[in-house]
C-alpha cells in the first residue's frame, strides 16, 4: 500500500546464456523459432493481485527466470506467458524485491523483450480529497523517501522548499536534484486516454466504507484518473501523512516538470521503474494502481483508528475490487499492445 537503483554489477551477474537459461528451468510448451517474442510484460507485486491475471487469460507458457524467486511471494520464480506475447509474474512486495526482480527479468536471455511494453500493476492506498476506494490512477511515480524526515516544522529556520518543509519533510539534493527521485512514463497519457471509459466494479464493503466520509464521498462510485503514485518504503497511515506524501509529490513535480499530482501510493513503483530506467525504458512502461483502503482517518477518528481497522477483518474494504478493477484497466492496455 504505502508501497534502489539496483548497482550496475547485478545486471552482469544476471545474464546468462541462452543455452544455460534452457538448462537452469524453463518449462511448458516452447513456442518454435526461437525465443517468444513478449510484447506486453506485467508485473504484480504479491499473487493476490496476480490471481485475476493467471484466472483471466491464457498463458500456458511458463517459464523459470534465473534471480526472479522470492520466497513468499513467487518462491519458483515463475512467468506465465501466452503464445500472443502476454507475459505475467509477481516480483514481490517493496523496492528491494521489485527492482532487482525486474532486473532479473530484463536481463533473462530466455525470451526476446525488444519490442516489449512493460506494465505494473497492484492495489494502493488513497486519500478521500484525491479520490475513491476503487478507483485506478494512470500517472507517473516518486519516490517520497529521498529526503529528511522530522516529526516536528523546524520553526525559525530558513529551509527551502516551503512547500513541504511545513509537513517534516525536506529535500537533500536541492542543488544536485536526484534523478531517482521521480520516473515520467511518457505513455500515462495514451493509456488514460484508451481506458478512461472502463466501467469499473464496485461493492457493498466498498460502499459502506465511504459513508463514513460523508454524503459527497458516499455518492462516489469508482473510475479511471490520470494522477500518479507515491512510492514510499512504509505503511503508514492517516491525514497528516497523506498530505505530506501530497506536498512531496508536488514539489518533486515541480523540480522535475511532471504533468500530474499525486492520487495513490504503494511500495514497490521506484524500484520497478528504477530498473527500466536503467535500460531505457520508462518510455515503454505504464503503472495503474488501484484504491483498496483510505489513507485518511475516518472523520472524527484518529491515525491509530485506521491502523486498528486496517488489521482487523474489516479493513481494506475495496481489496476485491481493487484487485478486480486493476484487471479490468489493466487488461485492456496489455491486450492493446499484443494485438
Known sequence: ???HLVAAGVAAALVLTAASAAAAGSSGDHPPGGPLKVRAL???TFAGEAAPWFEGENL???F???GLAVAEENPAGEVRCSRSGLCVTIVGTTK?????GTTALLTWPGWDLSRAKFLLVGIAGISSWNGTIGDAGIGNIVDTNLGTDYVQPRMGHAVKPPLVQPRGWDPFDEDNPYTQATYKLPLADWAFALTRNVPLADSAAAQRERAFYGPAEARQHPSVRRCGVAGHDSFWVGADQARRQDAIYA???HQF???DRRCTSAFEDPGWAGALSRFHLLDRAVVVRTGSDFEDQRPGTTPADLYDLLHSDQGFAAFGIAVENEYRVGRVIAHAWTS
Open 1 to 3: 500500500m504505502r508501497r
Open 42 to 44: 506485467v508485473v504484480a
Open 60 to 62: 500456458p507458457l511458463r
Open 64 to 66: 523459470t527466470v534465473p
Open 96 to 100: 528491494s524485491k521489485s527492482g532487482p
Open 251 to 253: 514539489y518533486r513535480a
Open 257 to 259: 516538470g511532471l504533468d
